[in-house]
């Protein structure tokens, strides 16, 4: 299956110039939704995951299903300010300014084998963040998880030595 006809492309959105990946319309169709899962599960079963982090907003859609899928917790990382206990926090560039991250601060138990799963790796800044909150929490990560990474923007310079997987690639 196709997965990348099954992505919609919104030029200009969220701002001119950006090419924005929608997969809304992956996640509607439930063969393709079905297959994504199955893409990004299948080399972490077996691994001993012991929790699956999605990142705010469609890392949830998808960690939670990678999560289910290999047997694995699932804990979100979330926008500040949307998590009600203690939480970390950590700060990331953006091209123009700084965003933040946080995580619950019981989220992950020390040596917890921890998988991080997103929709994109872009320029690799939330990716990053999330990385430091899991080694903060004493977590080891296994890896990172996308379902499609942007070569042309070089993400993973952000992330060196990590293991990194993508199921699409433009």
Do not use: N
């Not at 700060?91 to 917890?112: F, K, M, N, P, W």
């Amino acid at each position: 299956m196709d997965l990348k006809r099954h992505i919609r492309h919104v030029p200009d959105f969220p701002k001119a110039g950006i090419l924005f990946y929608d997969i809304t319309t992956l996640l509607r169709d439930p063969q393709a939704f079905s297959k994504t899962v199955d893409m990004l599960a299948t080399p972490y079963e077996g691994k001993g995951i012991d929790a699956v982090i999605g990142i705010e907003s469609r890392g949830f859609i998808l960690g939670a299903a990678v999560a289910q899928r290999i047997g694995a917790g699932f804990v979100p990382i979330r926008k500040p300010g949307k998590l009600p206990a203690s939480a970390l926090t950590e700060s990331y560039d953006l091209e123009y300014g700084t965003d933040s991250l946080e995580i619950h601060e019981d989220a992950v138990e020390r040596g917890q084998r921890v998988l991080i799963v997103d929709d994109v790796l872009a320029t690799g800044g939330t990716a990053a963040a999330a990385v430091q909150l899991v080694r903060r929490l004493g977590g080891e990560l296994h890896g990172l998880a996308f379902l499609i990474e942007l070569l042309f923007l070089d993400g993973k310079k952000k992330l060196p030595g990590e293991e990194i997987y993508s199921v699409l690639q433009y």
